[in-house]
Every structure is written in C-alpha cells, then in structure tokens.
C-alpha cells in the first residue's frame, strides 16, 4: 500500500464513484465509519470484561457425593468389628 501513489489513487476512486455513484459514497463511507467504531468499542469492552473477570471460585461439591475430610481426627473412630473366618 505503500507505492500507492496520486495517478493510482485517482483511479480508484473513478472506479469507486462509477460502481456506487456520488450520492451513496458518503454514506457508504459514514456506515463504513461507524462499524469501525462499533467493533472497535466491541472489542475494548471484551478486553474489560477479561481483565476484571473474577477469580475462578472452587466448585461447590453436589449433592449426594462423598467428599474427602482432610480435618484431623478429634474423637475416636469406632471399630468394626470383623466376620469370623473359618479355614478349615
């Protein structure tokens, strides 16, 4: 884009105004504009979003799962007592 320089500038705008016409290039040009700032703001706001989310919480364990209780153990377990085994 560089080597653009006045002679093919002016041609594509020739070519610009002989596919749209005089009267839509300024509005062509304005809606073109306001995308631009629209998309622009889109992805400030996304770049907000991500930066101010909120630390990831742990996951609450559902209902009905057995959960490991790593708390030392204050009172005594009980024992079970075992089946009586014959081996002969």
Not at 8 to 14: F, H
Not at 15 to 39: C, E, Q, T, W, Y
Not at 45 to 70: C, F, L, N, W
């Amino acid at each position: 884009m560089a080597n653009l320089k006045a002679p093919e500038l002016l041609l594509i705008l020739l070519v610009l105004v002989l596919l749209f016409g005089a009267k839509k290039l300024p509005d062509i040009s304005r809606s073109l504009g306001r995308s631009m700032r629209i998309f622009k703001s889109e992805v400030k706001q996304m770049k907000e979003d991500d930066e101010s989310a909120a630390p990831v919480k742990e996951p609450r364990p559902i209902e009905g799962t057995v959960t490991r209780d790593d708390r030392p153990i204050t009172e005594p377990r009980q024992s079970v007592p075992e089946p009586d085994r014959r081996d002969s």
